[in-house]
């Protein structure tokens, strides 16, 4: 019913930045709350940042300063600026967008996950 598709995931160098996008799609009436998570490997995954449907914003404390969070509401897209990338934010990021369908569900659905390496 909803399909959410990021891109943007890739290699760069400690200090550097990046854009991840995620688009969602399907029988949407209205998205509430998109976020991002991240799951490194052998870690639980863990918020990044979460935006509410009128563009009110709240991050993990590890990426306060570094990162922005934004939405465009006409086109059903989060976006992820990630700037000064540490190794350490290295792991999978997954969108994830509350949506309320045409049937009347409220659902929970998540992108397949874009990997984000930070390294020399």
């Known amino acids: 019913q909803v399909q959410l598709v990021e891109s943007g995931g890739g290699l760069v160098q400690p200090g550097g930045s990046l854009r991840l996008s995620c688009a969602a799609s399907?029988?949407?009436?209205?998205?509430?709350?998109m976020g991002w998570y991240r799951q490194a490997p052998g870690k639980q995954r863990e918020l990044v940042a979460v935006?509410?449907?009128?563009?009110?914003?709240n991050y993990a404390d590890s990426v306060k300063g570094r990162f922005t969070i934004s939405r465009d509401n006409a086109k059903n897209t989060v976006y992820l600026r990630m700037n000064s990338l540490k190794p350490e934010d290295t792991a999978v990021y997954s969108c994830?967008?509350?949506?309320?369908?045409?049937?009347?569900?409220?659902?929970?659905?998540w992108g397949q996950g874009t990997q984000v390496t930070a390294s020399s």
């Open positions: 994830n967008a509350v949506v309320r369908t045409t049937t009347g569900e409220v659902l929970s659905s």
């Open positions: 399907g029988s949407i009436v209205s998205i509430y709350t």
């Open positions: 935006i509410s449907s009128v563009g009110i914003p």
